[in-house]
Nanobody, 122 residues
Framework: QLQLAESGGGLVQPGGSLRLSCAAS????????IGWFRQAPGKEREGVAS??????STNYTDSVKDRFFISRVRHTVYLQMNSLKPEDTAVYYC?????????????????WGQGTQVTVSS
């Protein structure tokens, strides 16, 4: 069974940057569309960005456009987060889907990782 693992979270000041990584154990991520999601305390999980299996198509939620960038290199999917804001604070997850589109609805995804905490604070 495919297992995903996120890494790269941490504490960063407003305006700073972080790069999150999503890697698969035992199997490759290559056949799947991969999405990044986040969940802040007391809020629902929301889609942040997604990338198609061939890397040609990406999708971003409006609040992160031009600040976050999703990419995939070999067996890892990255989320480069720039100009971070306190409201970006959340646990970030990656997940996979067989859909050929790049949805941001968490209900379209399965095989979630454990998440990595991102805290933006001065």
């Amino acid at each position: 069974q495919l297992q995903l693992a996120e890494s790269g979270g941490g504490l960063v000041q407003p305006g700073g940057s972080l790069r999150l990584s999503c890697a698969a154990s035992r199997f490759t991520l290559n056949p799947y569309t991969i999405g990044w999601f986040r969940q802040a305390p007391g809020k629902e999980r929301e889609g942040v960005a997604s990338i198609s299996s061939d890397g040609e198509s990406t999708n971003y939620t409006d609040s992160v456009k031009d600040r976050f960038f999703i990419s995939r290199v070999r067996h890892t999917v990255y989320l480069q987060m720039n100009s971070l804001k306190p409201e970006d604070t959340a646990v970030y997850y990656c997940a996979q889907t067989f859909l050929k589109t790049t949805p941001l609805d968490p209900d379209n995804y399965y095989t979630w990782g454990q998440g990595t905490q991102v805290t933006v604070s001065s």
